[in-house]
């Protein structure tokens, strides 16, 4: 079986689990593009959980979910009408589309609604790249599997048939017993693959029961133990298990019975001595491990520390709001909370109606007033922009090091008279010897800065790769306080220090490709300024693979450096 046909029924095997208690599993996480492959997965979820689906956004309003007076029926009836909301019916299926744009502040109202057991499952779809940054962590640890149909071909999906001929797996109702033994072997296999989350260990217990029932089991037997555990606690795993099989586990003791032992006792001891050795189970569990787990899960937790990328451009990124900023064209719509009705907008908007609607009115009901329609607000909307923070990561090596921090502190002084009336922050880091410094942090303050750039050391080797970092790290910083980086290269482009410090030219070159390649994967806008006496080729291809301008000024001033570096990074 390929890789992708493995996938594929891992992928259905999980859905046929959590058809049998989808409260108690909670739901899926699905990473998975559009197309048949998703429109299939789909269908079979709809067909094997005939309960009532709703669609949902990371847009959707919290009237949606939590209920709340209806504007548009209380205007109409001319009296409050409250909307019950979807998290508070019961028994709701969610489908839920683009669950890495979510906000974690809706994730978190999301999952305290899972929380109240009204019986209520989702299927939360995550369409993002390795890139992109994952589903909120609030709402992923409430759903029991994880599973990725990135991969899948449609001929794969071919095997379960159409939804219409797949009929819901059939669950025995039997009772399954929770054995505080079986909880204890869940446990100790969570901790050999490195997963601390409780609500991972009692959804691999929740799947065990749910597989035994689809077998018609009153117990959990060690099949049901290892598929669960293959679904629920892989994708969860931050190591593998490290099983030492050089020895040979010591023989169990011989069988003994007490003269005073009752059938029960015996009967249960008998039971114990039937488990597998819990070794055994690991290795069952291990043997379908990934060979590329290990890279799988470095992906993972790089993409979940991954802030959210700007959208380009040299100013500070556009952030539309209903509170301050430069006002915007109201649209229609209707309040959710966040947003606030356009009072005069509104009113223009039902003015035109007055006439009809008052000939619409049944007879003797009283017309005074303005008459309005949900179809007549208007929303408030204005638009502000976040901080830009302009980060200089100037090379201080070699002779002319002091002619190059001379003009980037110019520069930076130049800059920072403006940053009051341009919203502006400044940084600065120098890179010499083996390692890269921030000189100064992002900051408006002139005096400050005056004071960080009184005098700064030269010479040494070129750590461009230890620069990039060095700035890639503080533009992630920058994103988490709300702010847009740009980023202003002053090199040759002749790296000759790697990241560990060791003069290699051919590492340092490979280091600093890596790294201008995660810069131009989160699209910051950037500059490379060529401080050479002439052009070379190394500082052009550090631009193209950062994906930024490239400017030759072999002999700037820092007012030439100032507006050049204004000009390219200021939006066209």
């Excluded at 109702?173 to 901790?191: F, G, H, K, N, W």
């Excluded at 109606?353 to 005074?368: H, I, K, T, V």
Aim: charged share 25%; aromatic share 4%.
């Amino acid at each position: 079986m390929s890789g992708a046909a493995s996938a594929w029924s891992l992928a259905v095997a999980a859905l046929r689990l959590w058809s049998v208690d989808p409260s108690g599993l909670g739901g899926l996480v699905v990473r998975a593009r559009h197309g048949p492959v998703r429109e299939a997965y789909m269908a079979l979820a709809r067909a094997w959980c005939p309960r009532p689906w709703t669609d949902i956004t990371p847009d959707v309003p919290d009237g949606t979910l939590f209920g709340g007076i209806d504007l548009g029926a209380t205007l109409a009836a001319g009296r409050p009408v409250h909307s019950m909301g979807l998290l508070n019916e019961r028994n709701r299926m969610i489908s839920l589309t683009g669950a890495e744009r979510m906000r974690p502040a809706l994730a978190a109202r999301l999952a305290l609604g899972l929380d109240a057991h009204r019986g209520h499952g989702m299927l939360a779809w995550d369409e993002g790249s390795e890139e992109d940054a994952a589903p909120p962590q609030a709402l992923t640890a409430r759903l029991a599997f994880h599973v990725d149909l990135r991969d899948v071909r449609w001929t794969d999906t071919l095997e379960t048939g159409a939804p219409e001929d797949a009929p819901p797996p059939a669950a025995a109702p039997l009772p399954v017993s929770d054995q505080s033994d079986e909880i204890a072997r869940i446990m100790t296999i969570a901790a050999g693959f490195g997963v601390d989350d409780p609500r991972a260990a009692l959804f691999c217990l929740s799947a065990a029961r749910a597989h035994a029932r689809l077998a018609h089991r009153s117990h959990i037997a060690e099949e049901d133990l290892a598929q669960a555990a293959t679904l629920v606690l892989l994708p969860r795993a931050t190591r593998v298990p490290n099983l030492d099989t050089s020895q040979d586990p010591p023989p169990p003791p011989p069988p003994s019975t007490p003269d005073g032992e009752t059938e029960d006792q015996h009967d249960a001891l008998e039971s114990q001595s039937q488990s597998p050795p819990l070794d055994l189970t690991l290795e069952a569990i291990a043997a379908r491990v990934p060979e590329n787990l290990l890279d799988q899960l470095r992906a993972q937790a790089a993409r979940a520390r991954l802030p959210q990328a700007p959208s380009g451009g040299g100013q500070g990124q556009r952030q539309q709001g209903n509170r301050r900023g430069r006002p915007l064209p109201p649209r229609p719509g209707r309040p959710d909370g966040r947003a606030r009705v356009d009072l005069v907008a509104t009113l223009r908007a039902a003015a035109p109606w007055q006439r009809l609607r008052r000939r619409s009115l049944p007879e003797g009901q009283d017309a005074r007033g303005v008459l309005v329609r949900a179809t007549d607000l208007r929303l408030r909307r204005v638009e502000t922009r976040s901080d830009r923070v302009l980060i200089f990561s100037v090379d201080a090596s070699g002779s002319t090091a002091l002619s190059r921090l001379a003009e980037a502190k110019g520069a930076i002084e130049l800059l920072l008279a403006q940053a009051y009336a341009r919203r502006d922050h400044v940084a600065l880091i120098a890179f010499r010897g083996q390692r890269a410094e921030v000189l100064l942090p992002p900051t408006r303050s002139l005096v400050q800065a005056k004071r960080r750039l009184a005098s700064l050391p030269g010479g040494g080797g070129t750590p461009l790769a230890d620069g990039l970092r060095s700035a890639f790290e503080l533009a992630r910083q920058t994103w988490g306080r709300g702010m847009t980086p740009s980023l202003a290269v002053l090199t040759d482009g002749k790296a000759n220090i790697a990241l560990d410090g060791g003069a290699d030219r051919v590492r340092a070159q490979g280091d600093v490709e890596a790294w201008a390649t995660a810069i131009r994967t989160q699209a910051i806008p950037a500059i490379v300024i060529d401080t050479a006496n002439r052009p070379q080729a190394r500082a052009r291809a550090l631009s193209d693979a950062i994906g930024g301008t490239y400017l030759p000024l072999p002999r700037a001033d820092a007012s030439r450096l100032s507006s050049a570096i204004g000009t390219v990074l200021e939006p066209r």
